[in-house]
């Protein structure tokens, strides 16, 4: 359960988070453009969840606030509770620094959060370039799972699945298939996992919905297929639940040029 | 794709071969490969101490490749490394349909020479078209032209199956031991280095082929992984092919490196592909061999159910496990069955539940049929699953005064009418000198054995599980 707190509210360092006016619609090639000609590697977390809603990926919300009245409104927007979290270059380890609050319940909670976060960060990086704070909703917690891609030097693109927190790290319980995946590829490679039981619903806990989570990695296999531009992504943890799942976290890192 | 059948005809079916550098020292082994070939056999060779030998063994020697007057479709090339882009350059300028180098000492020498002249060779056969097979090989195996990697090679008659593996050992060793099983090549390539040709263009050629039905390779790196999957998928829908690759441990992969210059993959990465594209992995020359064999001699099933018979009460129990821990389902009988057995089944020290212990059943030859007949009936078994236990054969044989014929026919009839498979596995036990002869007389009658529960059980399923996969 702590794990999964951790992970909801695991955010990048989202440096080009646009305020709201300036948030406008931009295209997969304009965020991948945007972050080459900035001399990035890779996308923010808003970045990543944007080109993943391109393509059809249900996200949780992330927004970036760059007052404590902007933050209240995003806030109210995106709907309690939310997480907030510092967005800054130079802060590296941001809930040591006390950058990132959680489980933010009010519009008093936020504002206080938003000063209690600046001052904090004041405190311990003196010297740190503030872009704002991100405010971001925090999904119900579901059962974790991870979706990967990476590129292998014989194959190429590579999918990979498995369930989120210990599970994937220390059991190393996860599946691999070749991008394009076929539909039967989906359905085997969720059910070969060991911890595919706990899809199901083990012992009463709410089962995860199978079919959405196909969907989802044939979604990410097209998406991969027409975007050579990734070199690696990294959708973790994503939540599902017995009526969909959301992305929590997603990285994307780009090919070189 | 059928582009690759034009590419490629001439080199797998020659009917002219020049052998370039064969020598006493080899005790020209790549001449007396050649034998039996069917077509015209050239030796070029100018070191003049080696042509006495090689007039002895009557056949014609050139100095150059250029100087045989004749089309030539296929050159075995045996000189040292420093002379091998002369010899391509001969062969582009001759226009032969292949050249395969044995020659070795390239890149997987890891020296600054080796990787050099590989290079060379590389670029002049990519510029000009040529079809080059290795470096670091024995080429082509076809045995019906007599177009032999080695002497012992069986030739005249070939069989359905194409064998592509990296390693000429385990292309020889293929033919030879397959052979022993009831499993013949129809074409078979070993093609080490794989610079110009890969595992993959062999595929694809093998694909198109009518004579190969199932295609076998063993691999130890692919050039171009995405090309080899993409193939594999389609090619997998037509023809069983199954996988053997070596390097599957750090360890191994080591071993790849200075045998055939193959870079470490992952081994994940590969079963991934292997199971995606519906191909059958396999991990062991057994394996390989066993899975082609269930796949030829068994009737097709996609069900896991077998009825086991054993000849004694240990071996019913540990057939049992074995089969189960396969994969495989050992389900109880039909009440009908169970009706049947109690007819004329002898349950003092044996037993029908399944899996029968056949042990007090075995002097009457009819008993131990209707045992197998009754699985074969029963539709809650999908495969007929037979233990012949040597020793007691033997003792049965002797006792009652019959020989093994009159059980072997029996069963090779019932091979032939079953409507599922039926699957024979010869345990050798302490007769393991007997056993060759018995696996040949079952194999006289069309009956293919499988040497252990082990063996016999993985194959079946391995199979089993392709023909889901397949839905076939």
Redesign the interface.
């Known amino acids: 359960m702590a794990a999964m707190v951790v992970a909801a509210l695991y955010m990048e360092n989202s440096r080009q988070l646009r305020d709201r006016e300036g948030e406008k619609f931009m295209s997969v090639d304009e965020i991948i453009g945007t972050a080459r000609k900035e001399g990035r590697s890779y996308l923010t977390e808003l970045e990543s969840k944007q080109i993943l809603k391109e393509a059809g990926v249900n996200t949780t919300e992330i927004r970036l606030a760059r007052s404590k009245e902007e933050a209240i409104s995003l806030s109210k927007e995106i709907g309690f509770p939310v997480a907030m979290k510092i967005v800054s270059p130079d802060v590296l380890h941001k809930t040591d620094a006390g950058g990132v609050k959680l489980n933010l319940n009010s519009e008093q909670e936020v504002a206080k959060a938003f000063d209690d976060i600046i001052s904090s960060i004041k405190q311990h990086e003196p010297k740190a370039k503030i872009d704002g704070v991100a405010v971001q909703n925090m999904a119900r917690p579901g059962t974790e799972v991870i979706i990967g891609m990476h590129k292998?030097?014989?194959?190429?693109p590579?999918l990979m699945f498995g369930l989120g927190g210990i599970l994937v790290e220390v059991l190393k319980d996860v599946?691999?298939?070749?991008v394009p995946l076929?539909k039967r590829?989906a359905q085997?490679m969720i059910r070969e996992i060991k911890g595919y039981p706990i899809l199901e619903g083990y012992r009463g806990q709410e089962p995860a919905n199978i079919g959405v989570l196909e969907d989802l990695l044939l979604k990410v296999s097209d998406f991969v297929e027409q975007r050579p531009e990734m070199k690696e992504l990294d959708i973790n943890p994503i939540f599902a639940y017995s009526d969909g799942a959301v992305a929590v976290d997603a990285r994307v890192i780009l090919e070189s040029d | 794709m059928k582009d690759i059948v034009s590419k490629l005809h001439r080199a797998f079916n020659p009917r002219s071969v020049a052998v370039v550098g064969d020598k006493r020292e080899m005790d020209y082994m790549w001449l007396r490969n050649l034998a039996h070939f069917q077509g015209k056999v050239y030796s070029v060779q100018i070191d003049e101490q080696e042509l006495p030998g090689i007039e002895a063994l009557r056949v014609k020697n050139y100095y150059r490749l250029l100087d045989i007057p004749d089309e030539v479709d296929y050159v075995i090339v045996a000189v040292p490394r420093a002379a091998a882009p002369q010899i391509i350059r001969d062969c582009i300028e001759k226009k032969v349909g292949g050249v395969m180098l044995f020659t070795s000492g390239f890149a997987e020498t890891n020296t600054e020479e080796g990787i050099r002249l590989q290079q060379i060779i590389t670029e002049m056969a990519k510029e000009a078209g040529l079809n080059l097979i290795g470096p670091n090989c024995m080429g082509i195996f076809n045995p019906r032209i007599g177009l032999l990697n080695a002497a012992d090679q069986y030739y005249g008659d070939g069989g359905p199956v194409g064998f592509i593996s990296q390693s000429g050992t385990y292309a020889i060793f293929f033919s030879l031991i397959g052979a022993a099983h009831g499993i013949k090549v129809s074409k078979s390539v070993s093609y080490g280095n794989a610079v110009v040709l890969d595992s993959t263009d062999y595929m694809e050629y093998l694909a198109e082929d009518e004579e190969t039905k199932i295609i076998g390779m063993y691999i130890e790196?692919?050039k171009?992984?995405?090309r080899?999957?993409t193939s594999l998928r389609e090619i997998a829908k037509r023809k069983p092919v199954l996988i053997w690759k070596g390097g599957m441990t750090e360890e191994g992969s080591r071993a790849t490196a200075t045998h055939t210059a193959s870079?470490a993959?992952?081994p994940?990465?590969w079963?991934?592909?292997i199971?995606?594209c519906g191909a059958i992995k396999v991990d062991s020359l057994d394996e390989m061999i066993d899975t082609i064999k269930a796949l030829l001699y068994l009737k097709p099933t996609t069900g896991k159910r077998v009825g086991l018979a054993a000849m004694t009460g240990g071996q019913s129990v540990v057939i049992t496990d074995t089969f189960a821990k396969a994969g495989l389902e050992v389900p109880l009988l039909t009440e009908k069955s169970y009706q049947k057995f109690a007819t004329f089944f002898n349950i003092i020290g044996s037993s029908y539940r399944n899996p029968l212990d056949i042990s007090s059943n075995l002097r009457s030859l009819d008993n131990i049929t209707r045992c197998i007949d009754i699985l074969n009936e029963d539709e809650r078994i999908d495969s007929v699953v037979l233990e012949l236990s040597l020793g007691l054969l033997t003792r049965r044989a002797r006792s009652i005064g019959t020989s093994f014929d009159d059980l072997f026919e029996a069963l090779a009839q019932r091979k032939d009418r079953y409507d599922k498979p039926f699957l024979v596995v010869l345990f050798s036990g302490p007769e393991e000198s007997v056993a060759t002869e018995v696996r040949e007389m079952l194999m006289a009658k069309g009956l293919s054995s499988f040497p252990s529960f082990e063996r016999g059980a993985k194959a079946l399923n391995k199979v089993v599980e392709y023909y889901r996969f397949h839905r076939l």
């Not at chain 1, 599946?175 to 070749?178: E, M």
């Open positions: 292998d030097p014989q194959f190429g590579v599946s691999f298939r070749i076929t590829d085997e | 790196g692919v171009n992984g995405r080899f999957f870079l993959e992952s994940l990465i079963d991934a592909v199971k995606q």
